[in-house]
């Protein structure tokens, strides 16, 4: 399994500890939520997180892979590049 996979898997469930462990010792008694409001808060969260790792995670390989080099970089006058 290659790292990327690795960890767009580990940091939404590591997200979704962090959460579950936050109610587990004070709970969430004071944002005054059902259990499907803090059902729908954690996997929004989480989900959310999952997003946005996955979106740097995509950025950081298409730096690595070179894709970007090119990208603004005028073509030569004679047309062939």
């Not at 997200?15 to 954690?42: K, N, P, Y």
């Amino acid at each position: 399994m290659s790292w990327l996979r690795v960890f767009l898997i580990a940091c939404p469930v590591l997200v979704a500890v962090v959460l579950l462990g936050a109610w587990a010792v004070q709970g969430f008694d004071t944002f005054g939520l059902s259990l499907q409001g803090l059902l729908a808060m954690i996997a929004g969260a989480v989900l959310t997180s999952a997003v946005a790792i996955g979106l740097m995670a995509l950025v950081f390989l298409s730096n690595r892979s070179g894709h970007d080099d090119d990208i603004g970089r005028p073509d030569p006058p004679d047309g062939h590049g």
